[in-house]
């Protein structure tokens, strides 16, 4: 009964929100309104209107109409749902959305099941293996929407490709909208003081961040920096970073939950399991 009921009040407040935008938004936003997750959609709703997010909009429904996007487009805000704002924990940045069929679902780093694990994540593989001797690789699968729910946000910098075309949908807005995204988290967690975690593989992750930070990093901000997994930087610095383990211990230290980094269903990190069964039974006492 009461799911049922969250499930109406849900309903009522996307036709609440759909009633303050003129006709030409609302079809524009339609899939903002419908498919962003509530916790996001709050904070999120005065970029929609916006200039540049409109202009972004028309670009992108005209693509679509014209081309093969990436990715579907229920798919582009799972971010959202599988990520509330107030869970994030870990931010993960990348750039561009996998443009093959069957691959981008809304994660950066992510592919749909049962896709291959692309180059990059396989080298992450390769670091989790160093990182816990215990982490079961299978290149077979690459979907990680197993961290996702334990707030680690997989967040691309532009959130629509164009199939077969890499970054072609760079540059006409999404970089303004997912900085944004950023800098909500930043400023929320600058003022509760709820640890956050960004993990910067490369430049382009650490240029967006830092442009965010002002130089400035709170103490329950952990920056983690290092090249890029792909293939062609990976052996300069990625490989032996540490910051899975280095992310949990940080986490472990402020008694919070770690992040069980396990992909392959039924396979866990027992030093997880068993750290977070002590967090669980301190936090219940």
């Not at 290092?226 to 211990?249: C, E, M, Q, T, Y």
């Amino acid at each position: 009964m009461e799911a049922a009921e969250g499930g109406v009040a849900k309903a009522c407040a996307d036709e609440r929100a759909k009633e303050n935008f003129p006709e030409e938004q609302r079809r524009l936003l339609a899939l903002e309104l419908e498919t962003i997750d509530a916790s996001w959609q709050r904070i999120l709703q005065p970029e929609f209107t916006k200039h540049y997010f409109l202009q972004l909009k028309r670009f992108v429904l005209e693509e679509q109409t014209r081309h093969t996007v990436f990715p579907p487009a229920e798919d582009i805000y799972q971010w959202t749902r599988l990520t509330p704002f107030s869970k994030v924990r870990v931010v993960i940045i990348g750039q561009d959305p996998y443009h093959n069929h069957n691959q981008a679902h809304g994660l950066a780093f992510s592919v749909r099941a049962p896709t291959p694990a692309p180059p990059s994540l396989r080298n992450i593989y390769k670091e989790l293996q160093i990182n816990y001797t215990d982490f079961v690789a299978d290149n077979a699968l690459g979907d990680l929407t197993r961290w996702a729910t334990q707030g680690v946000l997989l967040l691309n910098t532009s959130l629509t490709v164009r199939a077969h075309c890499a970054n072609s949908h760079s540059k006409k807005g999404w970089e303004p909208f997912t900085s944004r995204v950023v800098q909500l988290l930043v400023e929320d967690r600058r003022r509760t003081g709820q640890p956050l975690v960004f993990l910067l593989w490369g430049a382009h992750a650490a240029k967006l961040v830092d442009r965010v930070l002002g130089g400035r990093v709170p103490d329950n901000f952990l920056v983690l920096r290092s090249v890029h997994p792909s293939p062609l930087s990976a052996s300069r610095g990625f490989f032996g970073n540490f910051h899975f383990r280095k992310i949990n211990d940080w986490l472990m230290a402020r008694g919070q939950r770690m992040i069980d980094w396990s992909v392959v269903p039924d396979t866990e990190l027992k030093e997880v399991r068993d750290a977070n069964k002590e967090t669980g039974a301190a936090s219940s006492t």
